[in-house]
């Protein structure tokens, strides 16, 4: 097989059992590669509504794209798809790195994990041998401890994917790491993983890659490669990473602090990507597997009581949880408390949503300083947010039993309408760092993800108009550049449509996803020369885009069949219904019917029934998802054409 290895390696740690299934030539066709072709397996394994996260009948599946381990640029990344801890839902989480290269040199496409280890155990695969390791020595091991280890017992080349002492402990927040400090850390996958008692995955392979034209595959390679060089997108994230853009998010009054109570900091410039480098805390810029942009960072502290303290990272999205969230705006506070969840395993999105979320709550009375256990919470309170979070780490006391268990759960337990300010939507994933309120095609999109409101399934950066590149793609998308605008509501449905298909087709073949919705090298039409390209089977922009569709729709039936319905297509209540707090914004909300108004013209576009949500009989056949239709007839969740 061109570009695919052609094998699905199963590991069930009940049955202590391994074996190997051919890839489908089928579903190359119709899902493509990693986050669709997990689709499928997560449907065909777990359609089942009884089975919940924690269910034994759950897998956790880990996949590469399509082109990983070949020299496209960027396309080192991988996919980890199962049932969520956090919503109960569909989870789909991505990481970079060198995983996911490494798993293709040993011959897999997927890893399927099935059952539940009797004690703690890791992965063993080293090309055709594969073996389940009984390890309890591994168990309690951070993230850097338990690289180290896998790496001395398997060797310096091996590669490795594993959870902290917050996947152990079932946090819902917890992260899966790899390759030290990239992470899949949305959704909690790494719970999954607890509870199964697996803690790592360790991969060696030496086995090559083949595409079926290289000639035409290096000359569409060697094109995305010079496209993402010229982008100023691309060139952005290689200078100062992520959080280079956290001056610019500043001036539009759209970064959000204090629990989304403020959108605009006075003095921005100590949690900006420009003062990590510009200060010396940036040691090196990192790049996962054949990547040219290079926006990853590894950071440290050279002097002072912090001295020694170095991860990789800060990203966006840790810098504005972490640092402006909590009222820490101090490039060290971030780099000290960045550094505690990579080693804990912790998403920095999560941890700093819900720290926030107690903050207030604690700030309002509504928490007391029993359920605390004596920390006395507040904003700007460096030495209080860094024990809080690593209570919810651990699982410590009843703080941090109560964040571990994030916030749909926590806020059920305090009571008290702790909802309103908690940044989570009714799908109860916390939310990312974007402000919606003056964002309206992220607004769409955050509702409509089926993972809950992030903006890790469909990034709608391009509404920005922030570079030449992303107003050519805004234009493409609805004719005109006037669109280009977040701020308005129109045409906001086709945009997330058409990034809805562009990001899930940009991951199944592996690229990152920054290639094709941040800077813009990587596109349908050349990611559809490169696959035709790399695997001999024939494919062009609009079968490609329709794959994509294919996949969400899938996404969107398995939530389905778990009973959500268009009433968790929502935003956190607080962004629905208070006001921004300054800027050109200031009062905005993405308040209920403007949201309806949007959420009506994209089901249709769906062709998706506007009362529950869900996709008809004839959008599924369309799709051809006729089995699909066929089971959700069963439970009565197909709506009247
Ligand atoms: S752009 Fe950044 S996150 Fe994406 S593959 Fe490259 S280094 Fe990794």
């Known amino acids: 097989m061109y570009a695919h290895q052609g094998s699905i390696l199963h590991v069930d740690l009940t049955e202590d059992k391994i074996w190997k299934e051919p890839l489908p030539e089928e579903w190359r066709k119709l899902y493509v590669g990693s986050r669709g072709i997990n689709a499928r397996l997560l449907w065909d394994y777990c359609k089942d509504p009884d089975i919940t996260w924690d269910d034994p009948r759950n897998v956790i599946i880990y996949a590469p794209g399509a082109v990983t381990g070949t ?3 960027a396309s080192g990344r991988t996919s980890v798809t199962t049932v969520g801890c956090t919503t109960g839902l569909y989870l789909k989480s991505n990481m970079g790195g060198h995983w996911g290269a490494e798993l293709k040199f040993a011959g897999y496409d997927h890893i399927v994990v099935h059952g539940e280890a009797e004690r703690p155990s890791y992965i063993e695969i080293n090309d055709d041998h594969v073996d389940i390791h009984e390890d309890t020595d591994l168990w309690g091991k951070d993230v850097l401890e338990t690289d180290t280890y896998l790496k001395k017992k398997h060797g310096y080349d091996s590669k490795g994917l594993y959870i902290g002492p917050a996947g152990e402990k079932l946090v819902r927040g917890a992260s899966i790491m790899g390759s030290c400090y990239h ?26 890659i083949r595409v079926k034209d290289p000639k035409r595959f290096a000359e569409v390679a060697k094109e995305m490669r010079e496209l993402l060089i010229e982008d100023s997108g691309a060139q952005g994230l290689h200078e100062h990473g992520t959080a280079g853009s956290m001056a610019g998010v500043n001036e539009l009054h759209a970064l959000p602090g204090k629990n989304w109570q403020t959108g605009h900091t006075e003095n921005v410039y100590p949690i900006t990507g420009q003062a990590v480098t ?57 780099l000290i408390l960045n550094e505690i969840c990579n080693r804990l395993g912790l998403d920095t999105i999560t941890a700093g949503t ?92 955050f509702a409509v993800n089926p993972r809950g409101n992030d903006h890790l399934m469909t990034e709608t950066f391009a509404e920005f108009g922030a570079s030449p590149e992303a107003v050519e793609v805004i234009e493409k998308i609805t004719g005109d550049k006037k669109y280009a605008t977040p701020h308005s509501t129109e045409k906001r449905a086709e945009i997330v449509r058409w990034h809805e298909d562009c990001y899930e087709i940009t991951e199944a073949l592996g690229f990152c996803v920054f290639t094709s919705t941040a800077a ?71 308040n209920p019917e403007e949201l309806a108004k949007m959420l009506d013209r994209y089901y249709t576009l769906h062709e998706w029934d506007l009362k529950t949500s869900w996709p008809y009989r004839s959008t599924y056949e369309k799709l051809q998802l006729d089995d699909v239709a066929d089971y959700l007839e069963r439970f009565g969740r197909l709506p009247e054409e």
């Open 354 to 445: 819900v720290v926030q979320w107690a903050i207030e709550s604690y700030e309002r009375g509504v928490l007391t300083k029993e359920d605390t256990d004596g920390l006395e919470l507040g904003w700007g309170k460096l030495e209080e947010t860094k024990e809080a979070i690593i209570k919810m780490a651990e699982r410590d006391g009843s703080l941090g039993n109560l964040m571990g268990d994030g916030l749909k759960i926590a806020t059920e337990q305090v009571g008290q309408e702790s909802y309103k300010w908690a940044i989570m939507n009714s799908k109860g994933l916390e939310q990312s760092n974007v402000e919606t309120r003056s964002a309206k095609a992220y607004a769409l999109a």
């Open 278 to 334: 510009e200060q010396g805390y940036l040691k090196r810029r990192v790049a996962c597997f054949g990547c040219t942009i290079g926006c990853h960072r590894y950071s440290e502290i050279d002097e002072g009581p912090h001295a020694g303290i170095a991860s990789g990272g800060p990203e966006y999205e840790t810098l504005g949880a972490l640092g402006n969230g909590p009222g820490l705006v101090d490039t060290e506070a971030v």
């Open 183 to 208: 992470a899949a850390g949305r959704g909690g996958g790494a719970a999954v993983m607890g509870v199964k008692n697996l803690k790592a995955i360790s991969v060696k392979g030496t086995k090559p």
């Open 520 to 590: 813009f090298g990587v596109n349908p039409d050349n990611m559809a020369r490169l696959y035709e390209a790399a695997t001999g089977i024939e494919m062009d922009e609009e079968t490609l885009m329709r794959t994509g569709r294919r996949v969400v729709t899938l996404e969107k039936a398995f939530n389905v069949t778990r009973g959500a319905t268009r009433k968790h297509d929502d935003l956190p209540y607080r962004l629905m219904h208070e006001g921004a707090a300054s800027g050109p914004l200031k009062g905005e909300t993405n």
């Open 71 to 73: 020299t496209a640029p």
